[in-house]
T-cell receptor
């Protein structure tokens, strides 16, 4: 059964610093997603990674996928306060559209 | 189309009562999902539909939970004989190919229904 783990679970960082959130999944998956959730709000799609070596970037966020290592990363460059939120990764079991989410990384960017 | 909508946004009920939630997906989307999210956790898969067919249901979903999507458009999630452990945010999401765009499986989430069972 597919399991998805994220680390760290909590991340407090200074503005301007760089950091990486890691997402590991346990079995073969052909799609990996990153979402953002603000407190009390629903989830907003950030990135879709569909193949080994895929890299997507939007602003200060960059996501990558290594299917051989079963690992995706979300890299934050020069963090700003507006990036404070909870970030989730989700993977699907190959051949299905059942999405399994990680427990999330709660990011707090300090001014 | 303004996105996925859910109704009600908040529901407070007493233990033992039945509750029903509604989800209206993005109109062109053929897949619809239900998730449960508790504080500090990621969304937990409950069930999903492709058109009107319920393709998968989590074993975590007890027989008190049932979902329908009768005409392949809106969906309802019913919880019978609610328990305090059912208190959570219930999220609906939809996905599908829109026009000629490539389908990548991205889910679009509704605002959720927050259930409190007293």
């Amino acid at each position: 059964e597919l399991k998805v783990e994220q680390n760290p679970l909590f991340l407090s960082m200074q503005e301007g610093k760089n950091y990486t959130i890691y997402c590991n999944y346990s079995t073969t998956s052909d799609r990996l997603y990153w979402y953002r959730q603000d407190p009390g709000k629903s989830l907003e799609s950030l990135f879709v990674l569909l193949s080994n070596g895929a890299v997507k970037q939007e602003g200060r966020l960059m996501a990558s996928l290594d299917t051989k290592a079963r690992l995706s990363t979300l890299h934050i460059t020069a963090a700003v306060h507006d990036l404070s939120a909870t970030y989730f990764c989700a993977a699907t079991t190959s051949g299905t559209y059942k999405y399994i989410f990680g427990t999330g990384t709660r990011l707090k960017v300090l001014a | 189309d303004t996105g996925v909508s859910q109704d009600p946004r908040h529901k407070i009920t007493k233990r033992g009562q039945n509750v029903t939630f509604r989800c209206d997906p993005i109109s062109e989307h053929n897949r619809l999902y239900w998730y449960r999210q508790t504080l500090g956790q990621g969304p937990e898969f409950l069930t999903y539909f492709q058109n009107e067919a319920q393709l998968e249901k989590s074993r975590l979903l007890s027989d008190r939970f049932s979902a329908e999507r009768p005409k392949g458009s809106f969906s309802t999630l019913e919880i019978q004989r609610t328990e305090q452990g059912d208190s959570a945010m219930y999220l609906c999401a939809s996905s599908g190919r829109v026009g000629g765009a490539r389908f990548d499986g991205t889910q679009y989430f509704g605002p959720g229904t927050r259930l409190t069972v007293l």
